[in-house]
């Protein structure tokens, strides 16, 4: 099909370009301009942008379908705009042999929605003793391998995970946060968790742990890119790591762009995450990295979790909060607050994206999918239960008034979903 | 920041939940009217009509016997019903939520809730989901906070030393675990004694702990110069299994009270000790039943501080 977007404002970060025009499409691709257009969308006073690309998005299938089913949250990966997503190897069973991998892909694949790259378990039930049968996951699609936000504790094995992922170029993620010092944690370890009584994990979990993969990349020179960075010190060290010249990206997830340990007020579990939301200092340590570049990324994060997992008690309440359809919104609020241009803000969520996923998506230039957002930057929604889509309702946003509201998303050149 | 969750529209009491953002006058409210109740328990009948007709639920999903008995006492003395629940060996262990634990309560008309739970915040949630008839008591959840406790403290305080703002108070012990030690902390600065100190070694003291508005010191030496209340917190058996603390002996060198220690405090000091204490743990028992210590009359004093508190919250 032949589609036009007409008077929309393009916004492609890949090239720079944000400039007013026309947008062709055809045969699934960003087209050359052609004479007669099947469907024109009239897109004015809309940003048309690359779909955005959610390095990590937990769709919650195999295992967990009272949480979430591919259905509800493929529904809300194209409300946010979400044309292309990776979802982590912790289901129940994880992401662990190729036929769990091929399944999840064919079942995605007859949805016809956003495009989903699953990631691999690196470990076996991500039981952290022993390797997954690597080759073989990246051949039924695993772009990556990870353990998700399971612990691997015995250096050893992430020595020769690594060791085993570099043999054949595979890209490893992984989280940076030491086993022993994060045991029993479930807030960052500072004033906050004091005055709450809630058992803390100190940052230095995460400098240490990381401290420890960046020496192994120096080793074994694996691709690593680290997972959801939450301190000021983790920060800094991934900046000394790139101008070393090691093979390292990182991501950032959007709550902890605005997000800190105040936010908990009285117990609030929508703010129980994984990692812990940190000090004022350490977000505006993550926020000013993914301004330099330093953080290649910022992802949604996306853990739905029923009522029931957050109607406890903090520590027991289970981490994670709902995000694809609060990734643009989210993102568009920190560049606002970092004062950035629209192309270098929407770059964090598309070709930064693409690059850290390995990707051709994530870019408007002709011959590249033609994943397409069209989206109202100035409209505003209330976050609420009714708002969203992800059968999630977990957010720390619920009640807030956010700006950024998605229009149109097409994938491969069909469109998916219209509001 | 959502408006404090234990004041209702007024500003009034509606829960009592942690002793943390409350306003100096409910403080002394609540230590006022505990005051006008001592005088019931020393009667020949110890009882007023205050709570006739009401129903408190005792809800203890963590096992104990003082708080559980002294909430018992104070409610019946109130001429509330009293309904004792043992959760933690009831439905919790068939898999019930507690939220389901509470609105079936709460479908049993309940007025008074007095909950204790091993994880900090829980009453602060049955708190969100109860009536609004419904009052909620934090009896202690976990490391987060025990109120009652810190006002029968306080009332033990202001009875031996009349004035909280020339006072020096030091508390001992294990610091990191001790909800009794966060509740006594939020209180003293509330009520404006100008020093206090927290002694114990680093692996006891939480993280930021300064910020509460304490001194910290390592030496109890140096840490009990000069102290009007040295309150003591009981050490747990269990800290001595991991890398907390190498053992109860070498605690007890360092930092159990005796005497000799006893001896750099003020003259006229007296000695506190929430209970169940670890005689040769943290407190030798030459200063436990010496004429410093007032931890039995605390024990009194924590009747009339908790029927202060039920009578309040259901008067609002």
């Known amino acids: 099909m032949k589609l036009l977007i007409k008077n929309a404002r393009i916004i492609d970060p890949a090239s720079g370009r944000d400039a007013k025009g026309d947008l062709y499409i055809a045969e699934g691709k960003i087209s050359e301009e052609f004479a007669k257009a099947e469907r024109t969308l009239d897109a004015k006073g809309l940003v048309a942008a690359p779909g955005f690309i959610d390095i990590a998005a937990r769709l919650r299938e195999p295992g967990y379908e009272y949480k979430a089913t591919l259905e509800s949250e493929m529904a809300a990966a194209l409300a946010g705009g979400v044309t292309s997503l990776a979802c982590p190897p912790d289901t129940d069973p994880p992401l ?42 990246a051949e039924t699609g695993c772009v990556a391998f990870s ?142 990295g993914l301004e330099d570049g330093t953080v290649d990324c910022a992802c949604s994060d996306h853990t739905p979790v029923d009522e029931d997992g957050k109607h406890l008690p903090f520590a027991e309440a289970e981490p994670g909060a709902t995000g694809l359809e609060l990734l643009l919104p989210l993102t568009l609020k920190w560049g606002e607050a970092r004062k950035l241009p629209l192309t270098k803000t929407l770059a964090r969520i598309t070709s930064d ?34 708002s969203l889509k992800s059968q999630g309702k977990n957010t720390p946003f619920l009640g807030y008034e956010l700006a950024g509201r998605v229009r149109t998303t097409i994938v491969a050149g069909n469109v998916v979903y219209e509001k | 920041m959502q408006r404090n969750p234990q004041l209702n529209q007024a500003g009034e009491l509606q829960h009592l939940l942690s002793i943390e953002g409350l306003p100096r006058e ?17 009667r020949e009948v110890k009882k007023v009509p205050l709570l006739r007709g009401k129903s408190v639920f005792n809800l203890f999903f963590e096992p104990s016997t003082r708080t559980r008995t002294t909430f018992e006492i104070a409610a019946k003395r109130l001429s509330a019903d009293v309904i004792n629940l043992n959760i933690a060996i009831s439905s919790h262990t068939k898999g019930e939520s507690l939220l389901d634990t509470v609105a079936n309560l709460s479908a049993m008309h309940a007025d008074i809730f007095v909950v204790r739970h091993s994880s900090s915040g829980a009453p602060f949630l049955i708190a969100r989901h109860v009536k609004p008839h419904e009052h909620v008591i934090n009896a202690g959840d976990g490391r987060h906070a025990h109120p009652t406790q810190g006002l029968l403290d306080l009332f033990t305080i202001r009875h031996y030393k ?81 890398a907390l603390l190498p053992s109860a002996q070498e605690y007890f060198k360092n930092y159990g009270l005796t005497l000799d220690k006893l001896s750099l405090a003020r003259k006229d000091a007296i000695v506190m000790h929430p209970g169940p204490m670890n005689r040769g743990v943290e407190i030798d028992s030459s200063v436990a039943d010496g004429p410093h210590s007032v931890i039995l009359p605390q024990v009194t004093f924590g009747i009339a501080v908790r029927m202060a508190v039920m009578s309040i919250v259901a008067g609002n």
């Open chain 2, 162 to 242: 009349k004035d909280f703002s020339r006072l020096t108070v030091a508390i001992i012990g294990d610091v990191l675990h001790s909800r009794v030690a966060r509740s006594l902390i939020h209180g003293l600065t509330t009520l404006g004694a100008p020093e206090v100190r927290v002694i114990g070694p680093q692996t006891l003291l939480p993280a930021g702990v300064e910020a509460l508005g304490v001194k910290v010191f390592h030496d109890m030496r140096e840490g009990l110069r000069d102290c009007d209340v040295v309150v003591m917190l009981r050490l747990q058996s269990e800290r001595m299994k991991g």
């Open chain 1, 147 to 288: 353990q998700g936000n399971a612990p691997l504790a015995d250096t050893q094995v992430l020595w020769r995970a690594l060791q085993y992922a570099a043999t054949f170029g595979f890209p490893v993620w992984l989280r940076a946060e030491d086993v022993g010092l994060a045991k029993g944690g479930v807030a960052h370890d500072g004033e906050v968790a004091t005055r709450l009584g809630l058992p803390g994990i100190p940052p230095f979990a995460e400098t240490i742990a990381l401290a420890t993969i960046l020496e192994l990349v120096r080793a074994t020179r694996a691709r690593v890119h680290i997972c959801r960075l939450s301190t000021a010190g983790a920060v800094e060290m991934m900046r000394a790591a790139k101008r070393e010249g090691l093979p390292v990206t990182c991501d950032v997830g959007i709550h902890h762009l605005h997000l800190c340990d105040n936010d908990l007020g009285y117990f609030d579990s929508n703010c129980r995450l994984a990692p812990p939301l940190r000090s004022q200092r350490d977000r505006d340590a993550l926020a000013r």
């Open chain 1, 96 to 137: 662990d042999e190729p036929g769990l991998v091929d399944m999840l892909r064919r079942r995605a694949k007859a949805l016809t929605k956003a495009r989903v790259y699953p990631i691999g378990a690196l470990t076996l039930k991500l039981e952290g003793e022993r390797l997954t049968e690597m080759a073989q996951l």
């Open chain 1, 353 to 386: 994206a693409a690059r850290v996923l390995g990707v051709g998506s994530g870019r408007l230039a002709t011959g590249a999918p033609a994943d397409v957002v069209l989206f109202d930057p100035a409209a505003t929604t209330r976050i609420s239960a009714e």
């Open chain 2, 26 to 42: 409910i403080l002394t409210q609540i230590l006022d009217t505990a005051e006008s109740f001592a005088g019931v328990t020393e």
